[in-house]
């Protein structure tokens, strides 16, 4: 899939970059081959591809035991709120 000219465009629009006429053959260019690249990477067979974590045998990402290391203080938080009203706190509204 090649991108136009105008694809360039709107997509300079929409991130909000300044390309002048003398860049935009330059980035037509690239981006179609970024977006052919990446057309050429989503026909690749995966099907038999088993996931994994980390890409290197035996090695393991290293968890924390999943346990609770700290107390609730939500009610002391709360404390010095304007207003709360069941655990959550109370703010204006500012969207009609």
């Known amino acids: ?51 994994m974590a980390h890409p290197l045998v035996g090695q393991h990402q290293r968890l924390r035991p999943d346990v609770v290391s700290e107390s609730d203080h939500r009610e002391t938080y709360q404390a010095n709120a304007p207003a709360v009203q069941a655990g959550l706190y109370v703010v204006p509204r500012v969207i009609d």
């Open 1 to 51: 899939m090649s991108l136009t000219r105008q694809d360039v465009e709107k997509i300079a629009h929409l991130a909000r970059l300044s390309i002048t006429e003398q860049e935009m053959p330059v980035y037509v260019t690239s981006l179609s081959s970024i977006v052919n690249f990446v057309d050429e990477l989503s026909r690749a067979e995966t099907g038999t591809v088993e996931p």
